[in-house]
């Protein structure tokens, strides 16, 4: 049984659960709009929060489904987990569902999965949304970021992907970023599975990274053609630019892993010191490494990032810029009325005759010859 479940909110939050499934994680899901989350076959345990039809983009339609659901929705999650560690609650910041939800959700929940640590998977939205998903994301993750005690927040970057492949459809961009976010979660988790004689990391060393508070990262880098300790610092250095999560801005990881697969002559290449360089050394590291034949990969988990002010500021620049534009498009919306050019050609319509009336008298006289 794997120690990680994942709780999907939301239509993006419900596409994550749906490939955690198919990779075996304890999964289930909740939504305002049934039609949505039942495309997501694999989940088995659904939540429809009743008398909802979506959340048109609205986080106070999120906000208010938890308020006004929230016995019923701790219990569907307490009897959807059994025996995990950690759970994720994933979502995208920038719908009405999964951002409006899921702050509030997650604070219920850390009070009530004794036990249980509570993370995040946040999908920050790329380059192409509009004003009103721009305000919805930040308002997510300001929220987010004020929660006690909650364990790693990975934020999916949806715009990495739409960095590398600008040509392609939002289907396929959101495809791919939830089966490489899954992928990089899993893949550590596998790890902790494997034995080495060289040092382990195990199920420990990642739950003491991943109950860290603060923005993590996963990250894999080929070193199959570095031939120094630095080439092998700068290619995972490159690795955090390159995820599939926010980029990695500036100093301050807290806790760290740091796992190398691959064959034994390439190990020699690893400098912790260079290699943190640029983000500052960890308080604590948690090292594995694994002999093997395949092509030399080193995966790094950096822990207790602060939140990305400049992936948020690229979020928020265009609002900022375009301020005047939008508050006058809102106030319209109130005060927009129409003049007609032509107000007097309404006199031409048909309308009823006018009719005077007279006495028989005068009308018998008018008709005299
Ligand atoms: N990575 C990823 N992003 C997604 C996916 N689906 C939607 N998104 C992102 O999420 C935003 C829309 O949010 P949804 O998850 O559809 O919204 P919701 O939580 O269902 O809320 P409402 O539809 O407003 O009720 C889009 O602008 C994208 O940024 C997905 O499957 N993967
Ligand atoms: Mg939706």
Not at 72 to 93: G, H, M, P, R, Y
Not at 157 to 176: A, G
Not at 299 to 323: C, H, Q, V, W, Y
Request: charged share 20%; net charge neutral; hydrophobic share 40%.
């Amino acid at each position: 049984m794997k120690s990680i479940g994942v709780l999907g909110v939301g239509q993006a939050g419900g596409n994550i659960a749906q490939i955690a499934a198919t990779m075996g994680y304890q999964t289930a899901l909740i939504n305002t709009n049934q039609r949505d989350g039942i495309v997501n076959t694999k989940v088995e345990r659904k939540f429809f929060i009743p008398g909802y039809n979506g959340a048109g983009q609205n986080r106070s339609i999120g906000l208010k489904a938890v308020n006004d659901n929230y016995r019923e929705i701790i219990d569907f999650v307490q009897k959807s987990f059994k025996n995990i560690k950690l759970l994720l609650v994933a979502f995208s910041t920038d719908g009405g569902t999964g951002s409006g939800m899921s702050p509030l959700l997650i604070d219920l929940l850390l009070d009530n999965l004794p036990g249980v640590n509570v993370g995040a998977i946040a999908i920050v939205p790329d380059r192409n949304v509009l004003a009103g998903n721009r305000i919805n994301a930040t308002e997510c993750i300001a929220e987010i970021s004020r929660i006690d005690s909650l364990s790693s927040v990975f934020l999916v970057d949806n715009d990495q992907m739409r960095k590398l492949n600008p040509q392609s459809s939002k289907h396929q961009i959101y495809l791919s970023s939830n089966q490489q976010v899954m992928e990089a979660i899993n893949h550590v988790l596998q790890v902790t599975r494997k034995s080495s004689f060289y040092g382990n990391f195990d199920e420990t060393d990642m739950m003491n990274i991943l109950s860290t508070r603060g923005v993590t990262i996963i990250s894999s880098a080929a070193i199959t053609d570095a031939k120094t300790t630095s080439d092998v610092a700068s290619k995972v250095q490159q690795s955090w630019l390159n995820s599939i999560f926010c980029p990695v801005e500036s100093t301050g990881v807290i806790r760290a892993g740091l796992i190398y697969e691959g064959p034994e002559k390439m190990a020699k290449l690893i400098n912790v010191p260079a290699i943190f360089e640029a983000v500052g050394e960890p308080v604590e590291l948690f090292e594995g490494t694994y002999i093997t034949d395949s092509d030399p990969t080193i995966t790094t988990i950096l822990a207790g990032l602060s939140f990305p002010s400049r992936r948020m500021i690229a979020i928020e620049e265009t609002l900022e810029k375009n301020k005047d534009r939008l508050q006058n498009l809102v106030n319209k919306e109130f005060t927009q009325t129409y003049e007609s050019k032509i107000p007097w050609a309404s006199s031409l319509k048909a309308r009823p005759q006018e009719r005077k009336p007279g006495s028989i008298t005068s009308k018998l006289s008018k008709y005299q010859k």
